[in-house]
């Protein structure tokens, strides 16, 4: 890491603190007015009481059990892809990039389909998303490195998207092939995305290994930053580009993998997220981060509130962040606006 | 932190619920032990399946159903429970039923039936760890009928109920036995369910919408198949060589539109006349749900499959069976139109 990469960067992140810590203290207003809001009434001094143990009773059920490990798991998911979205977009120099673009999504959802599929418990449905995920960017990662001579990005890219097909078809005839009856609809609902089984069980599981994926990312904010100039010039400046992009990619897919496991594939967010973020702070990744983290969160935690409250019956989330992002998303093509790179 | 306030908040209602009531523990069919309360007032229905094991059993327990009825479904439904609100399903049959929303519903008992593989007895303790709410699971097989109503009688304390409906069913199914002992494989009518508006979706041998089919001593022409388990897609050609003796659907659509059909009115059972509309009303006779339904679909179907064998009218048992099951008596335009 050169001086002259730091001290052009670093002003700007003195100016940029205020804004992280409003949009910390909006995310933590919403967390708390989203448990305040459910088909259960409670009112906020109620759910204050259930916080702090003194209500009792079904407020301390659908608080403890139900609500608050909700809100958590949204804004955990949210933030998560929203910064394996972010990473994603550095790497690959392109803004229409998401954290499936190297089949991390279709693995795993190729995965928790097999599980259901074969009835097995939640516990090892979970586990096989997790696993599938890994393995299909394990094998776009090992395809492309034997594949020499050519441009490595691009080769990623297009294994990646091969890669999506084939776990799409399989899933595809695992479809056909299951019980219309007790499978089909649960796999359906698990492709949508969902967080309303989400237990604190689950959140305590996902918990160390989307930690294990953000700590690296965060501390080498500073260096992937290096990464948008090109691995020449990241090179120049005493980065070693393809060992850092390679532990970008292991970092972002583990955050991914891990809450497309609790929460199903839930699309957009990674996509549509860092484009606001950059909107807000601009290109350098060293800020992008942590403001796509935290409005990833708040984004998700307004979508599944409005999942688990807008109708009698849950709407999946994929549906929801795909309504609301999918126009955004047009909005801000409209406007022209390159802040990015 | 979140775990530990998760515990004490779950000990604490533990501990409360078990203060108010004197508990009993009852072994569901997936073998776990649930502690329910004495007296069980109110019930929320998992899916459709449980919906119906409860309207046959103890329909003033419904808190609603998964979804709203038509009214067409209504009509033969007893009132008030036919009106009863839409409430969702915990069982991802559609409509996912949200979770504060159950509790908000305060029932005693949280009832599915249905499947009872991992994944659905995983689903249970989860519920049931997360509302509070004790969670049951009842085996949906069809061969299990008799011993699901006995099962949920004990639950809900009316044992009596559940032993009428159980020796009811159990008579169906001695019926069908006596019938097909004296039919050898070789008398036994080749048999197709259509599905869909173009009749070319249907299930192999083993699949639950099929199983009437070969319950009812029909042979399924689809036969076997190492990869499906559900329902497949069946081209027509490969049906055009099955040839089927008699075709059976409860698609009005495919019904009404089949003998028009370039493709269909080539097909031997369709002009010999053998395409058998089931009824569907309040629930189908065959399938949609695969719940318990099917024990008068049972002896539609018989009747059929082997029309001069089957010594049974109809008429009556159907007017028998929607009063002993359904609650309802079915006036004669009712029963008219639901057997032509």
């Known amino acids: 890491m050169t001086d002259h990469a730091l001290a052009s960067a670093r002003p700007a992140r003195r100016r940029r ?14 967390a708390l007015t989203a448990l305040a809001i459910g088909p259960f009434r409670l009112s906020l001094p109620e759910v204050l009481a259930a916080l702090t143990g003194r209500a009792g009773g079904q407020a301390e059920v659908v608080i403890w059990n139900i609500r608050l490990p909700r809100v958590l798991a949204a804004m955990l998911v949210g933030a998560a892809l929203a910064a394996a979205g972010a990473s994603y977009q550095v790497l690959f120099r392109n803004p229409l990039v998401s954290p499936d ?16 599929f074969l009835s097995l418990p939640m516990i090892a449905i979970q586990g096989f998303a997790f696993l599938g995920g890994l393995a299909a960017v394990s094998l776009v990662i090992f395809i492309a490195q034997a594949v020499r001579g050519v441009d490595q990005t691009l080769v990623l890219v297009l294994t990646g998207v091969v890669m999506g097909a084939l776990a799409g078809a399989a899933t595809s005839l695992l479809k056909v092939m299951a019980d219309p009856y ?10 949508l995305g969902s967080l309303a089984r989400t237990t604190s069980a689950d959140l ?3 918990l160390p290994s989307v930690a294990l994926g953000l700590v690296p990312l965060i501390l080498l904010r500073w260096r992937i930053n290096l990464l948008s100039l090109g691995d020449d010039e990241a090179r120049a400046l005493g980065v070693d580009a393809p060992k850092l992009r390679l532990l970008v990619i292991a970092a972002a897919t583990l955050i991914t993998a ?13 996509l549509v997220i860092p484009h606001i973020a950059r909107m807000l702070v601009g290109p350098s990744f060293a800020t992008l981060l942590p403001v796509s983290a935290i409005i990833g969160a708040g984004y998700l935690l307004l979508v599944d509130t409005l999942s688990r409250t807008m109708a009698t019956i849950e709407i999946p989330l994929g549906i929801l962040t795909a309504v609301l992002g999918a126009p955004f998303f047009l909005y801000l093509l409209a406007r022209g606006r390159r802040g990015w790179a | 932190m979140i775990r530990s306030l998760f515990t004490v908040a779950l000990i604490a209602l533990l501990a409360q619920s078990a203060a108010a009531q004197s508990p009993r523990i009852v072994t569901d069919s997936a073998g776990r032990q649930v502690e329910l309360p004495e007296r069980i007032e109110t019930v929320f229905a998992a899916g459709p399946p449980a919906a119906i094991l409860l309207y046959v059993m103890a329909p003033d327990r419904m808190l609603g159903w998964p979804r709203a009825n038509r009214p067409d479904e209504r009509e033969f439904l007893a009132q008030p429970y036919a009106d009863l609100p839409e409430l969702g399903t915990l069982t991802d049959q559609g409509g996912e039923a949200n979770l504060e929303r159950v509790v908000a519903l305060e029932p005693n008992l949280i009832l599915d039936f249905g499947s009872v593989r991992d994944t659905y007895v995983d689903l249970a303790n989860r519920v049931q760890a997360q509302t509070g709410i004790p969670y049951v699971l009842i085996d949906g097989r069809f061969e299990n009928t008799p011993t699901a109503l006995r099962l949920l009688g004990e639950i809900l304390g009316i044992p009596e109920r559940g032993e009428t409906l159980a020796a009811d069913a159990e008579a169906t199914f001695a019926r069908i036995d006596a019938l097909l002992a004296d039919i050898p494989e070789a008398y ?15 299930g192999v041998v083993g699949s639950i919408n099929t199983e009437i089919l070969e319950r009812a001593g029909g042979i399924n022409v689809l036969g076997r198949s190492a990869a499906a388990r559900g329902l497949v897609q069946v081209s027509f050609e490969a049906l055009l060589a099955a040839d089927p003796d008699v075709i059976v659907t409860w698609d009005r659509q495919f019904h009404e539109s089949h003998r028009d059909d370039p493709l269909w009115s080539r097909m031997r059972a369709v002009q010999e006349g053998n395409v058998h509309l089931s009824p569907v009303l309040p629930f189908g006779w065959i399938d949609r749900p695969p719940s318990l339904n099917r024990i008068i679909g049972l002896d539609w179907m018989a009747t059929v499959f082997f029309p001069d064998r089957y010594q049974i009218d109809l008429r009556e048992r159907t007017r028998d069976f929607y009063r002993l099951w359904y609650h309802i008596d079915l006036s004669e335009d009712q029963l008219a139109r639901l057997l032509p």
């Open chain 1, 204 to 206: 305590g599981l996902v």
């Open chain 1, 17 to 30: 603190l205020p804004l992280v810590a409003t949009l910390t203290l909006v995310l933590a207003a919403g």
């Open chain 1, 182 to 191: 007790d499978q089909l609809p649960a796999i359906t609902f698990w492709l």
């Open chain 1, 101 to 116: 673009i190297l089949g991390v999504s279709s693995g795993a959802a190729l995965g928790a389909v097999c599980g259901i």
């Open chain 1, 258 to 270: 891990s809450v497309v496991a609790i929460a199903g594939v839930v699309g957009w967010v990674g």
């Open chain 2, 188 to 202: 036994r009518p080749r048999a197709y369910l259509a599905r869909r508006p173009d009749g070319l979706e249907s």
